[in-house]
């Protein structure tokens, strides 16, 4: 039986996909990236001192001479794309403000995702989700008719085959019935990437107005909107945890539904939610929680939590680059 990774692994290789990855000086980056480049995977692009990094690199055990190094602070290409950066950031920003918001290296790695030197980027092993979001937000932009970005986890349960989609656990603290109306869409085309034919469910704590509140309003009106902005999307709301997840309960709290019961895409109503209901399912569910992926930009650049191994770095640019094949 194929897991989730053997899957986006097939997909993905042979393919030249390249992800820059831009804190090359932390060794669960590198030993990610070496492992990457070893496997024949895809092709990292590690930013950095390049004595430094090739130096963690044989130290962390791959003596590798064909891996891709640059230097922010002595790139060759650097006024081509400072000018670029000008024109993107037109009437934001001066020359000099360029040379110095470019020497950071998630702006310089996101320029060259956007330049098309790159398909994609993963950072935040040592950054904050802003450091890694806010030059995204800036230089890539969202997808037309997108009007914000948000973060997914992927939940993976290989003992079981098992993958679930939960959302917005990463990005928008309380957004509003349109808002949530468009995360779910843009939830159900992510999940697609992962081979998951989505059925999406709006939680609450309410099934089908057994609960009266404007929380519970906000997430029946976020589902009938979604039905709007994609017709033949499996979407129903609101309901319960229970009533989206186990047949029995469904039965009885959401009879005739075709979602209830057999959801596997999850729509929090909040961030506070979907941050406590990822986090429950990895702890006492035994689910590995694989993101925040973020989706609803034109390219893909992902963020690590700054507790990630290199496991999870490794992982993160395997669906880096299937959302990358995806675009």
């Keep these: 039986?194929?897991?989730?990774?053997?899957?986006?692994?097939?997909?993905?290789?042979?393919?030249?996909?390249?992800?820059?990855?831009?804190?090359?000086?932390?060794?669960?980056?590198?030993?990610?990236?070496?492992?990457?480049k070893?496997?024949?995977?895809?092709?990292?692009?590690?930013?950095?001192?390049?004595?430094?990094?090739?130096?963690?690199?044989?130290?962390?055990g791959f003596p590798m001479k064909n891996i891709t190094i640059i230097d922010p602070n002595d790139y060759v290409h650097f006024e081509y794309m400072k000018q670029e950066f000008l024109e993107l950031r037109k009437g934001k920003v001066n020359e000099e403000?360029?040379?110095?918001?470019?020497?950071?290296?998630?702006?310089?790695?996101?320029?060259?995702?956007?330049?098309?030197?790159?398909?994609?980027?993963?950072?935040?092993?040592?950054?904050?989700?802003?450091?890694?979001?806010?030059?995204?937000?800036q230089i890539i932009k969202t997808k037309p008719g997108v009007s914000r970005t948000s973060g997914v986890f992927i939940m993976n349960r290989e003992t079981t085959n098992e993958k679930l989609i939960f959302a917005?656990?990463?990005?928008?603290?309380d957004p509003a019935a349109n808002e949530l109306a468009e995360i779910a869409v843009n939830t159900a085309e992510t999940a697609k990437i992962f081979d998951i034919e989505p059925r999406v469910a709006m939680l609450s704590f309410s099934s089908k107005g057994s609960g009266k509140s404007p929380a519970v309003d906000k997430v029946?009106?976020?589902?009938?909107?979604?039905?709007?902005?994609?017709?033949?999307?499996?979407?129903?709301?609101?309901?319960?945890?229970?009533?989206?997840?186990?047949?029995?309960?469904?039965?009885?709290?959401?009879?005739g539904s075709r979602v209830a019961g057999y959801a596997n895409v999850f729509v929090f109503p909040d961030l506070q939610s979907g941050n406590i209901g990822y986090k429950i399912a990895e702890r006492l569910g035994m689910f590995e929680?694989?993101?925040?992926?973020?989706?609803?930009?034109?390219?893909?650049?992902?963020?690590?939590?700054?507790?990630?191994?290199?496991?999870?770095?490794?992982?993160?640019?395997?669906?880096?680059a299937a959302q990358a094949l995806d675009n």
């Design 38 to 60: 070893a496997e024949g995977i895809l092709e990292p692009i590690i930013l950095g001192d390049e004595v430094l990094v090739k130096a963690l690199l044989i130290e962390q």
């Design 97 to 137: 403000q360029a040379d110095d918001i470019l020497k950071d290296v998630n702006y310089f790695g996101v320029m060259l995702v956007q330049m098309g030197l790159a398909d994609g980027m993963v950072s935040g092993a040592a950054h904050s989700t802003a450091d890694t979001v806010r030059p995204a937000l």
């Design 220 to 255: 029946a009106q976020a589902t009938q909107m979604a039905k709007e902005l994609a017709p033949n999307l499996n979407i129903d709301g609101e309901l319960q945890f229970d009533a989206a997840y186990v047949p029995a309960a469904a039965k009885i709290k959401a009879p």
């Design 1 to 36: 039986m194929k897991t989730l990774f053997d899957t986006l692994t097939e997909k993905i290789t042979g393919k030249n996909l390249k992800i820059v990855f831009p804190e090359g000086d932390d060794e669960r980056v590198i030993r990610a990236a070496g492992r990457l």
């Design 168 to 173: 917005d656990c990463a990005i928008n603290i």
């Design 289 to 320: 929680a694989i993101g925040p992926i973020l989706q609803g930009l034109n390219k893909p650049v992902n963020d690590l939590s700054r507790g990630s191994n290199d496991e999870d770095i490794y992982k993160l640019a395997i669906i880096t």
